[in-house]
T-cell receptor
Framework: DTGVSQDPRHKITKRGQNVTFRCDPI?????LYWYRQTLGQGPEFLTY????????KSRLLSDRFSAERPKGSFSTLEIQRTEQGDSAMYLC????????????FGQGTRLTVV | AQSVAQPEDQVNVAEGNPLTVKCTYS??????LFWYVQYPNRGLQFLLK??????LVKGSYGFEAEFNKSQTSFHLKKPSALVSDSALYFC??????????????FGRGTSLIVHP
């Protein structure tokens, strides 16, 4: 399978714990995006990497959120001190460079904070 | 403000009938528009895009979309709906972010229900 893969698919955590998600993009894609999706809503942009550089961060990305993409390959999204409001589907997508290029999405990581 | 809107939360259509899922946008400059489909507990799958050229764009699974610059719309269409088309459909437009990057921005989604 050469698509975008995300791990884990599901995560249940207690409030206050830290969680980390991983995304492996399509290998030749140098752009990587993280989105958050809650029930009944479209994906909301969180952050964007071009290669290893984090070029955009949404105001949704509070100080408790951090994302990395070392060496421009896989990416991790960490949430510290989770809150119940963090419960959502976290989607990763990747694309080739160029504004006309479509993004390809992984299946997402569903986070439940109890 | 740059944005994309899907005015209908839900569209119901009988199998075999044509379907339309609406999308309107507001961006500065030329828009890059996309349609995606999402099945339950899955990520989004790309259907089609408009960059430039012909206003009627053909995509996957028999879907097509019509770009209308004067109405700032990009409606998704299919001549004959299938029950298996039932899913969530998202319209997206590339939006210029404060950092200078163009990022896909999504509408709220439209639930398409095709009745047998």
């Amino acid at each position: 399978d050469t698509g975008v893969s995300q791990d884990p698919r599901h995560k249940i955590t207690k409030r206050g714990q830290n969680v980390t998600f991983r995304c492996d993009p399509i290998s030749e894609h140098n752009r990587l995006y993280w989105y958050r999706q809650t029930l009944g809503q479209g994906p909301e942009f969180l952050t964007y990497f071009q290669n290893e550089a984090q070029l955009e961060k949404s105001r949704l990305l509070s100080d408790r959120f951090s994302a990395e993409r070392p060496k421009g390959s896989f990416s991790t999204l960490e949430i510290q001190r989770t809150e119940q409001g963090d419960s959502a589907m976290y989607l990763c997508a990747s694309s080739l460079e160029g504004s006309s290029k479509e993004a390809f999405f992984g299946q997402g990581t569903r986070l439940t904070v109890v | 403000a740059q944005s994309v809107a899907q005015p209908e939360d839900q569209v119901n259509v009988a199998e075999g009938n044509p379907l339309t899922v609406k999308c309107t946008y507001s961006v500065s400059g030329n828009p890059y528009l996309f349609w995606y489909v999402q099945y339950p507990n899955r990520g989004l799958q790309f259907l089609l895009k408009y960059i430039t050229g012909d206003n009627l764009v053909k995509g996957s699974y028999g879907f097509e979309a019509e770009f209308n610059k004067s109405q700032t719309s990009f409606h998704l269409k299919k001549p004959s709906a299938l029950v298996s088309d039932s899913a969530l459909y998202f319209c997206a437009v590339r939006v210029l972010r404060p950092g200078g990057s163009y990022i896909p921005t999504f509408g709220r989604g439209t639930s398409l229900i095709v009745h047998p």
